[in-house]
């Protein structure tokens, strides 16, 4: 298997909603993002499927090192040997992969957060740092095109959480704020609950309203701060942005029933909303 072939199968086998977005690139970018989403996709990984703090702490170390020498012009792992070739042109940066991983090594530090300024930053390392690197992969020339990826990766960050309250709970994870928590009277140890009635209340519906109003308001401020200049080329960011806030609604839609089970869309209906972006344009 070659690293091309390696990331494909990668980004092909998460069924995430990116995937879709990447169907409608030409090849060389796809190429590129394809092998950027899987970096991000064996750094995620190491978090969610190692047991171990430690050693999960041990497997981030050894890619902070791989991604070090892959700049250094040796990479040994199939994924960074698929990206290194598209660096250059689309300005991967060192930086920008450490971020990611610094973002995961935030998940073996806390489980927990006290404010939003807190949770923002662990967001604008696992979501905004890669809405700037995809934005530059789909082309952009505008400077305020960076400020729309960072924007629009917090919202899409903020709908993961959303929709993963109660996965993350069994995780031993709360994302949402502890001062919201305490301001809409809910408690961790009702989100932890593991049967019925799960940790559902007026209260949690009310504290779930507030955090999909924010993510709500956060895609509308994105999508307004792009330039008209680069709304052709970061189509693909905008159909991953339709398809997670088509999420958003959904679980809303189910008055957000999120701690018991996980609410997605179809694949069906994820490719037709790119689909109908790439037709439409927005």
Not at 27 to 40: D, S
Not at 101 to 129: F, P, S
Not at 131 to 150: D, K, L, N
Request: aromatic residues 10%; hydrophobic residues 45%; proline residues 4%.
């Amino acid at each position: 298997m070659t690293p091309e072939q390696y990331v494909q199968e990668k980004a092909a086998a998460s069924g995430s909603s990116f995937y879709y977005a990447f169907l409608f690139l030409p090849p060389p970018r796809r190429a590129a993002i394809t092998a950027f989403y899987a970096f991000c996709r064996e750094v995620d990984d190491v978090v969610d499927e190692t047991q171990d703090a430690g050693v999960a702490a041990t497997k981030l170390a050894w890619w902070r090192k791989e991604a070090a020498a892959a700049f250094a012009g040796q990479p040994s792992h199939p994924a960074m040997k698929a990206l290194m070739p598209h660096t250059k042109a689309y300005d991967i940066r060192l930086e920008h992969l450490l971020a990611v991983v610094e973002g995961c090594e935030m998940d073996l530090q806390q489980t927990r957060y006290l404010d939003y300024a807190g949770l923002a930053r662990y967001c604008h390392l696992v979501a905004g740092v890669v809405g700037e690197v995809a934005s530059g992969i789909f082309g952009r020339t505008q400077p305020q095109t960076v400020e729309y990826a960072h924007k629009l990766g917090l919202a899409m960050q903020l709908t993961n959480i959303i929709r993963d309250v109660g996965d993350d709970a069994r995780r031993g994870r709360i994302y949402l704020p502890v001062n919201e928590l305490q301001q809409f009277g809910v408690k961790a140890n009702e989100i932890l609950l593991r049967s019925k009635p799960w940790g559902y209340s007026e209260r949690f519906t009310a504290l779930m309203q507030f955090q999909a109003e924010r993510a709500h308001r956060l895609y509308d401020e994105a999508v307004a701060l792009l330039a008209e200049a680069d709304r052709s080329a970061q189509k693909p960011g905008l159909m991953m942005a339709n398809i997670y806030r088509a999420l958003l609604v959904e679980i809303e839609r189910e008055q957000f029933q999120v701690l018991h089970q996980r609410i997605a869309l179809t694949p069906v209906r994820k490719l037709w909303i790119a689909m109908k972006t790439n037709w439409r344009g927005h």
